[in-house]
Nanobody
Framework: QVQLVESGGGLVQAGGSLRLSCAASGRTFSSYTIGWFRQAPGKERDLVAAIRWADASAYYADSVKGRFTLSRDNAKNTVYLQMDSLKPEDTAVYYC??????????????????WGQGTQVTVSS
């Protein structure tokens, strides 16, 4: 059974940094895409970044490009989202999600079959 567990959220001042982790278990993820979504109160859940496990190619939404960086550790089956220069508008619950092999583009928010429980990120001004 596929399991994704996020960690690393918290409260930070604007301009600060956080690193989120998504630990994956239950199968081999070499053909998967791991995405990070976020949902702020009253808003839809949006894809902010995604990484293809096989070759570490990555996608970033315009709102986070240049500030967020994805990486993965094969030995630990973990994907990291380094978030720098955080802004109050980055405040949301962040979810990691797993998408089995798909021909969808990295920037597509569809096809994600497995979800973590979410971690709260709060950026104060």
């Amino acid at each position: 059974q596929v399991q994704l567990v996020e960690s690393g959220g918290g409260l930070v001042q604007a301009g600060g940094s956080l690193r989120l982790s998504c630990a994956a278990s239950g199968r081999t993820f070499s053909s998967y895409t791991i995405g990070w979504f976020r949902q702020a109160p009253g808003k839809e859940r949006d894809l902010v970044a995604a990484i293809r496990w096989a070759d570490a190619s990555a996608y970033y939404a315009d709102s986070v490009k240049g500030r967020f960086t994805l990486s993965r550790d094969n030995a630990k089956n973990t994907v990291y989202l380094q978030m720098d220069s955080l802004k109050p508008e980055d405040t949301a619950v962040y979810y990691c999600a797993g998408r089995p092999f798909s021909r969808n583009s990295l920037g597509s928010p569809t096809g994600y079959a497995y979800w973590g429980q979410g971690t709260q990120v709060t950026v104060s001004s």
